[in-house]
């Protein structure tokens, strides 16, 4: 049960804060009542303000691959912040991080940084449209590229009953605010489905700027590309004369040293980055080719930011950067293991259940549950009209109780860090398992 100093700052909150909370991920939209709210992190453990303890496999969205409190980030930050935490400034540790990325990734000559997500992937956009001289962007069904308004259009689960036909697809602003005009240019297309691309861009391939993607379907839990999709998604884009842009937002430094890039085997044009990157603070990146990069020059195509490029957030993302690739990379194939054998004991335990439909889709470090008849989710279609999103933030919630910490919305995902063990698998495959012996009885 949530704890009674919990339930006091919930009450407080509301009194000063939208839901008491500062995203509605994080309140009563996401966890169906108050949240529970953390205390602090140490390794892979959180702590909140009753003093129950969690093995927490949400690691702040992605954003903590070393997880809470690692010693090396520690240590930098404690130099570091003594030394200024932001000048605003040119600096040398901004050259040394984008060095660090240009030899990490062949498809990346040069980088810009941002600040968040969202801000990278506007950047990205303006970029794009400006370097084709085109206006159209062409997104899929689900996919989340920040909240901006250009693309804040199909994002959220829907009934498929308003999403109209797959050829044609109706767009559907996620939120009141929005003007027309901004997603007016914006083209929706169903994903994992070659086909349906095929047909959009033989009508408005010539006059789009991008076509931009999650490598993973991140924003539906976990839904990986179907074989060679995202290579002919890119092989399309060429034939047009379309920027291929995955954004690596949730992807990066996260299912790969170097992505779904590395992967899939993809050269996109331009990349975007974010969560992983920072290492626990605010941080992005854009990245590509020399000649594109080079239209944000002398601010040909504006990108401006009081905060880009970071001073402590730089020092910060070198740390993460090193540590996860020191030793031939170890700190990767760690997480991916983790993250593999954590789905494969979920799928297990689902195996063994008599009565709930469940599956574990995963992808490397990232994994997702979904209640489902389905043997198989393979797209936002699916995933709006065979998961039980209300059951699987039953079990989330259930979960709590036994000491795992995962993320109640259905539509995000989990994911293991260096710092989980095999016994935090084993922990958690065996409170997973109760949890669904005790649904099993309700039914």
Known sequence: MIGQASLDLFERGNKVLVEGVSSASRGPAAFGSAPRYMSH????????????EYIDWMMAFG????GHGHPAIVETVTREIARGSHFATALEVEVEVAEILVDLLPHV????????????????????RGHTGRRKIIKFEGHYHGWSDAVLINTMPQPVSILGHPNSPIRIPDS??????????????????????????????????????EGVMSNMGVIPPKDGYLMQMQELCKKYGTLFYLDETVTGFRVAAGGCAELYGLNPDIVTYGKALG??????????????????EWGKVLHYGTHNGGRLALHICKTMLTTM???????FKRMRKLGEKMTAEIQKVFQ????????????????????????EITDYREF?????????????????DKGIYMNPSATLHSLSSIVHTEKDIDVTAKAIAEVVREMDNDI
């Open 41 to 52: 992190g140490e390794g892979n453990r959180l702590y909140d303000v009753d003093g129950q």
């Open 63 to 66: 954003a903590l691959p070393l």
């Open 109 to 128: 000559d040069k980088v810009r940084f941002a600040n968040t997500g969202t801000e990278a992937c506007m950047a990205a956009f303006r970029l794009a």
């Open 176 to 213: 009141s605010g929005i003007l027309e005009e901004a997603w007016m240019d914006t083209i929706v297309v169903p994903w994992n489905d070659i086909e349906a691309l095929e047909r959009v861009m033989a009508i408005h391939g010539h006059d789009t700027a991008c076509v931009v993607t």
């Open 279 to 296: 290492g626990g603070v605010p941080m992005a990146a854009i990245g590509g080719s020399n000649e594109i990069m080079s239209g944000l």
């Open 325 to 331: 690739l020191d030793d031939n990379q170890a700190g």
């Open 352 to 375: 063994e259940s008599g009565k709930q439909k469940m599956i574990c889709q995963g992808v490397s470090s990232m994994f997702q549950i979904f209640f489902t008849e389905k043997e």
């Open 384 to 400: 709006c009209e065979h998961v039980d999103r209300i059951k699987f933030r039953d079990f989330a919630v259930k979960l709590f």
